[in-house]
């Protein structure tokens, strides 16, 4: 079965650095999703990315936040400079076709920021 | 407006016994209702999902019980086993975004 891949599954970095989380979504998928998970509380949705360009994005995906498809394939997250609070699972999903239809979530990036 | 909420936090079933899972909200326009469930170390998946125009799904032993007048939802799971042992998401989308609001989640344990 088809499955969307993130790459590192887990990255330590320190405060003010930039890191960029990757995602391989699920072939012909047109829809990209960063959502992200604190320790212990709920999944919260970052951004919504369709046709090379942001079409939603959450209060939290402030301007230390880009996402971008660089090579068509890989769709990245990138962090210009972490603070601490950015410590999260960072999950990417993807789904088919819009709205109502299955968001497919790779296994996630464990971020820690010292 | 845009809140799920979930409870109870964590639960604890017997084998063979049946697992509920309750949620509600307050944006009547939300209309697609999913439930993902997510072991640890692996990102949520796709359970069930439901939409308002029905009262209930069932697929296997899981059921989603829909309560449009009241804003709730539930899941309810039938003859609880081991491997149901995982963190359950309710979440909502309404038909103006395709981001999930998502529930602060459930964690069912199930005892042989």
């Known amino acids: 079965e088809p499955e969307v891949t993130q790459t590192p599954s887990h990255q330590v970095t320190q405060m003010g650095q930039e890191v960029i989380l990757r995602c391989v979504p699920i072939s012909n998928h047109l829809y990209f999703y960063w959502y992200r998970q604190i320790l212990g509380q709920k999944v919260e949705f970052l951004v919504s990315?369709?046709?090379?360009?942001?079409?939603?994005k959450s209060e939290i995906f402030d301007d230390q936040f880009s996402v971008e498809r660089p090579d068509g394939s890989n769709f990245t997250l990138k962090i210009r400079s972490t603070k601490l609070e950015d410590s999260a699972m960072y999950f990417c999903?993807?789904?088919?076709?819009?709205?109502?239809?299955?968001?497919?979530f790779g296994p996630g990036t464990r971020l820690l920021v010292l | 407006q845009q809140q799920v909420k979930q409870s109870p936090q964590s639960l604890i079933v017997q084998k063979g016994g049946i697992s509920i899972i309750n949620c509600a909200y307050e944006n009547t326009a939300f209309d697609y209702f999913p439930w993902y469930q997510q072991f640890p170390g692996k990102g949520p998946a796709l359970l069930i999902a439901i939409r308002p125009d029905v009262s209930e799904k069932k697929e296997g032993r899981f059921t989603i019980s829909f309560n449009k007048s009241a804003k709730q939802f539930s899941l309810h799971i039938m003859d609880s086993q081991p491997g149901d042992s995982a963190t359950y998401f309710c979440?909502?989308?309404?038909?103006?975004?395709?981001?999930?609001?998502f529930g602060t989640g459930t964690r069912l344990q199930v005892f042989p």
């Open positions: 990315f369709y046709n090379n360009e942001i079409s939603e």
């Open positions: 979440a909502a989308t309404h038909p103006h975004t395709d981001k999930l609001i």
């Open positions: 999903a993807t789904q088919d076709q819009r709205h109502q239809e299955t968001q497919y």
